[in-house]
């Protein structure tokens, strides 16, 4: 079955320290990558999504995350964050025809002011 | 543009009884989802509808079930419910079904405590 592992349960950053969260999926095709935040408080957004092509995707916020097809990888990263990154972060897989997305269990992000 | 509308935000039930959840997908978009997220963990697939049809369906007992209605919106109805089932349920709505590159757009979800 397919599953996305994220390996930070909890992080703790002093503010404008460089972030990187990891992000691991099990599945040998074609997928579309995603991360979502959801601040304190408020629903679940996009942060970034992969499709095709250029590898390194830039999102909102100054975020940005690399598809390693090798390593079945899809690792989130900020040179430096803010304390308004105070949040949760969910990586995501969507897989060919599949109707579901399927969530990691999240990383609990804390910024330091 | 009005996003994805859940209601209602927050309820509060006993175990036995039946809850209904309700969501109104963006303007346009045919498909509607339900996600179950338990606190500390990340959101879990409940089901699926495309123009009015279920097309997935997660992991979870036979006392959850859906809808949707030919103006797209949807409704989540669990019944007998369950000190477990308390969550976050979370409406997405996408314009396909079953796709790669289609985005899934998330309301503010129902806060659902069972007590």
């Known amino acids: 079955a397919q599953s996305v592992s994220q390996h930070n349960h909890h992080v703790i950053l002093s503010e404008a320290a460089s972030l990187e969260l990891g992000c691991n999926y099990s599945y040998g095709g074609t997928v579309n990558l995603f991360w979502y935040v959801q601040y304190p408080g408020q629903h679940l957004q996009l942060l970034l999504k992969?499709?095709?092509?250029?590898?390194l995707v830039k999102g909102i916020k100054g975020f940005e995350a690399e598809f390693i097809k090798s390593k079945f990888s899809f690792n989130l990263r900020k040179p430096s964050v803010q304390w308004s990154d105070t949040a949760e972060y969910f990586c995501?897989?969507?897989?060919?025809?599949?109707?579901?997305?399927?969530f990691g269990s999240g990383t609990r992000l804390s910024i330091r002011p | 543009d009005a996003g994805v509308t859940q209601s209602p935000t927050h309820l509060i039930k006993t175990r036995g009884q039946q809850v209904t959840l309700r969501c109104s997908p963006i303007?346009?978009?045919?498909?509607v989802s339900w996600y179950q997220q338990v606190l500390g963990q990340g959101p879990q697939f409940i089901f699926q509808?495309?123009?009015?049809?279920?097309?997935g369906r997660g992991n979870f007992p036979d006392r959850f079930s859906a809808r949707q209605f030919p103006n797209y919106s949807s409704e989540l109805n669990v019944n007998a419910l369950l000190l477990g089932d308390s969550a976050l349920y979370l409406c997405?709505?996408?314009?396909?079904?079953?796709?790669?590159?289609?985005?899934?757009?998330f309301g503010q979800g129902t806060r659902l405590t069972v007590v």
């Open positions: 995501a897989v969507k897989t060919y025809s599949a109707s579901k997305i399927i």
């Open positions: 997405a709505s996408s314009l396909l079904s079953g796709q790669l590159n289609t985005e899934a757009f």
């Open positions: 303007s346009g978009h045919k498909s």
């Open positions: 992969y499709f095709s092509g250029d590898p």
């Open positions: 509808y495309y123009e009015k049809e279920e097309r």
